[in-house]
């Protein structure tokens, strides 16, 4: 059918909306609070919308969009490779808060070192803290990606070790769960603040970084490498079938298919805590990065069907993989 023929409509949906935040008091008691939230969402349809919802694309959304849904329970992932000097202190931040919502919850513990950390997590297990042990190195990715085969609840998320994200801004992405498909943690909002700041050369290069993802990946989000997401059980098992990425970029091939996917996102100012005893080898991982994120884009095109195989297993071994 000549393409003059078809019918395009394009809907605008601006809300204005007082949405709850939740926060965490005295005792570890969510504290609910008001702000006034908006989202613009630009939505195509090709033909009659009766008979063509399957071609909806969402094109761009933002704000506090979407209605709240119920969900049964809360699995956090936490990747921890040698771990056992800061594991605690996440651990001690984080339950509490998952108690102070009143929803089934679990903490999966995935570790793939060779230190005490197995030994200090099982001693959370009466809490709700579950480990599991891995004899070969995973990759903080392909220990996510471990952790959410394993989960079991509807709102499935994950956080770093060192207990960098403040535990109210842990409680405040479960308030947006309710609503969005993805939440992603943000240090580099308007609203954003560091309760220690990076040092400035980590800064310059996130967000250069930023810039190279946006422009290559298309991802309107201005902080992929934030480790605080929290997903759609649905969405996020589909995406861990698609991603090939175990490395620190498996934030952003997360989030490439998750917005290929049609995934509601919305990303949140967090504060944040900057660890100095961060083991990230920043100027070897820098090319590593780069060349991970141009491959995410090549293995996406149409062309992929005929690269052969040999050249992808190449590429997941050199750059994909930790």
């Known amino acids: 059918m000549p393409w003059c023929t078809q019918s395009f ?4 949906h601006l809300v204005i909306e007082r949405s709850a935040l939740v926060g965490i008091g005295a005792g570890a008691q969510p504290v609910y609070g008001d702000r006034w939230c908006w989202s613009i969402m630009v939505e195509f ?39 056992e000097d800061r ?12 108690k102070a919502t009143g929803f089934p919850f679990e903490i999966l513990v995935i570790m793939d070192g060779n230190d005490r950390t197995p030994e ?15 004899g070969s190195k995973l990759g903080k990715g392909g220990a996510v990606a471990k952790g959410v085969l394993l989960s079991s609840h509807d709102i499935v998320g994950y956080v770093d070790a060192d207990g960098s994200l403040d535990a109210g801004d842990l409680a405040m992405m479960l308030n947006y769960a309710l609503t969005y498909d993805c939440v992603v943690a943000s240090r580099w909002l308007r609203e954003s603040r560091w309760l220690r700041k990076e040092p400035l050369f980590n800064r310059i290069a996130s967000r250069s970084f930023n810039i190279i993802v946006r422009g290559f990946l298309g991802i309107p989000v201005r902080d992929t490498q934030c480790g605080a997401k929290f997903f759609r059980s649905a969405i996020v098992k589909e995406v861990v ?4 990425v175990t490395n620190r970029t498996f934030d952003v091939d997360f989030l490439y298919h998750a917005r290929r996917m049609g995934a509601r996102m919305i990303e949140i100012p967090v504060r944040w805590s900057h660890d100095e005893d961060t083991r990230m080898p920043i100027f070897r991982v820098i090319p590593i990065m780069f060349l991970t994120v141009l491959g995410i884009r090549f293995m996406n095109l149409p062309l992929r069907r005929y690269v052969p195989p040999s050249v992808v297993d ?3 071994r050199r750059y994909a993989s930790d």
Do not use: C, M, W
């Open 9 to 12: 409509n394009f809907t605008i």
């Open 45 to 83: 349809v090709q033909g009659n919308r009766a008979e063509s919802d399957n071609k909806g694309r969402l094109l761009y959304l933002h704000g506090d969009q979407g209605r709240k849904r119920p969900y049964p329970g809360i699995s956090l992932i936490i990747p921890a490779f040698n771990e």
């Open 87 to 98: 594991i605690s202190r996440a651990l001690d931040s984080y339950i509490p808060v998952l």
């Open 120 to 134: 200090i997590v099982e001693r959370y297990s009466h809490l709700g803290v579950t480990g599991f042990t891995y």
């Open 241 to 244: 079938t698609r991603a090939i």
């Open 314 to 316: 190449f590429f997941v």
